[in-house]
Nanobody
Framework: VQLQASGGGLVQAGDPLTLSCAASGRTFSSLDMGWFRQVPGKEREFVAL????????FYAEFVKGRFTISRDNAKNTAYLTMNSLEPEDTAVYYCAARVAYGTYTSTYARDYIYWGQGTLVTVSS
């Protein structure tokens, strides 16, 4: 599976931004999708996930109410819509995929075997 993340950039605090993750190489609807982020010197942290069918989502506490994860299986693409961005959201954002297994979903990076290259989001104050 190849994942291509895009949509990052420089925005001001409070602005919205939507990231996209285009997948190829495997049936997209067989994959759970996740978004993670990382700042230099820190471990990669979980942001949001969506299951293979789009019927289940889960968010890190620090993004609840501000970020929305979604997917379009017809377009083989997952999205992360970010609102009310804060300077603390500045990071490289990675999309990741894991083969769906029943109803189990995961917030752990180690459970995701496919990763995109990352897209930088910079939020200025």
């Amino acid at each position: 599976v190849q994942l291509q993340a895009s949509g990052g950039g420089l925005v001001q605090a409070g602005d919205p931004l939507t990231l996209s993750c285009a997948a190829s190489g495997r049936t997209f609807s067989s994959l759970d999708m996740g978004w993670f982020r990382q700042v230099p010197g820190k471990e990669r942290e979980f942001v949001a996930l969506i299951n293979w069918s789009g019927t289940s989502t889960f968010y890190a506490e620090f993004v609840k109410g501000r970020f929305t994860i979604s997917r379009d299986n017809a377009k083989n693409t997952a999205y992360l819509t970010m609102n009310s961005l804060e300077p603390e959201d500045t990071a490289v954002y990675y999309c990741a995929a894991r083969v769906a297994y029943g109803t189990y979903t995961s917030t752990y990076a180690r459970d995701y075997i496919y990763w995109g290259q990352g897209t930088l989001v910079t939020v200025s104050s």
